[in-house]
């Protein structure tokens, strides 16, 4: 079984930085994903950690401390394009096979 | 442009109907996903195949709900009958085994009325 959590939703300005939070309890980890979704669209990939530790691409980092089942996402230089629901997964292996398992989503709203 | 490809996009039925929705993953990726949307509850994985195979579906009701991928450009998405409550955005997804990246269809918006 899984459990994964995240803040319901945050805001934040333009310019500044966000650091979005989540925790797992699961089974069979192997590894964490970050994908954005905009209103109306489908979940787009930003970022991926199976290692512990930071991984920078762009404006966009992803962490991880598999220790402590703990992840985050941090949002530099935010943008109003930022505005999305940010969505914390754990890719989980089973005796039935490897799943990708999403939280229930960050709403983030950036105002100027 | 490599992209999963998901119909109908939009679908409107009443209860007790069959719906059935597809889906054309990407050619080469071997494992396809099907999630469902909801604003109370996110992303639900309903179920998924690997080479075609299904390997869990675990997540859906299984008295209502039936998946199945017919060949390697097609899943399939069932609902007899449909009710009100299964309303929701279906996505499907496709990627590889090797990188676990998913790649997401449009959705179908489904409402049950």
């Known amino acids: 079984g899984q459990n994964i959590d995240q803040p319901t939703e945050m805001t934040a300005t333009e310019g500044a930085i966000v650091q979005i939070n989540c925790t797992y309890q699961?089974?069979?980890?192997?590894?964490l994903f970050w994908y954005q979704q905009h209103a109306g669209e489908a979940p787009t990939f930003l970022s991926y950690n199976v290692l512990d530790g930071l991984e920078e691409k762009g404006r966009f980092s992803s962490f991880l401390s598999r220790s402590k089942g703990y992840s985050y996402l941090l949002l530099k230089e935010l943008q109003m394009k930022d505005s999305a629901s940010y969505l914390c997964?754990?890719?989980?292996?089973?005796?039935?096979?490897?799943?990708?398992?999403f939280g229930k989503g960050t709403t983030l709203s950036v105002s100027s | 442009d490599a992209r999963v490809t998901q119909t109908p996009r939009h679908k409107v039925t009443e209860m007790g109907q069959e719906v059935t929705m597809r889906c054309q993953p990407i050619l080469g990726h071997n494992t396809v996903f099907w999630y469902r949307q909801t604003m109370m509850q996110g992303l639900e994985l309903l179920a998924y195949f690997r080479n075609r195979a299904p390997l869990d579906d675990s997540g859906m009701p299984k008295d209502r709900f039936s998946a199945e991928m017919p060949d390697a450009t097609l899943a399939t998405l069932k609902i007899q009958p449909s009710e009100p409550r299964d309303s929701a955005v279906y996505f499907c997804?496709?990627?590889?085994?090797?990188?676990?990246?998913?790649?997401f269809g449009e959705g179908s918006r489904l409402t049950v009325l």
């Open positions: 997804a496709s990627g590889t085994l090797g990188t676990g990246e998913l790649f």
């Open positions: 699961t089974s069979g980890f192997n590894g």
């Open positions: 997964a754990v890719r989980e292996v089973s005796q039935a096979g490897t799943a990708l398992i």
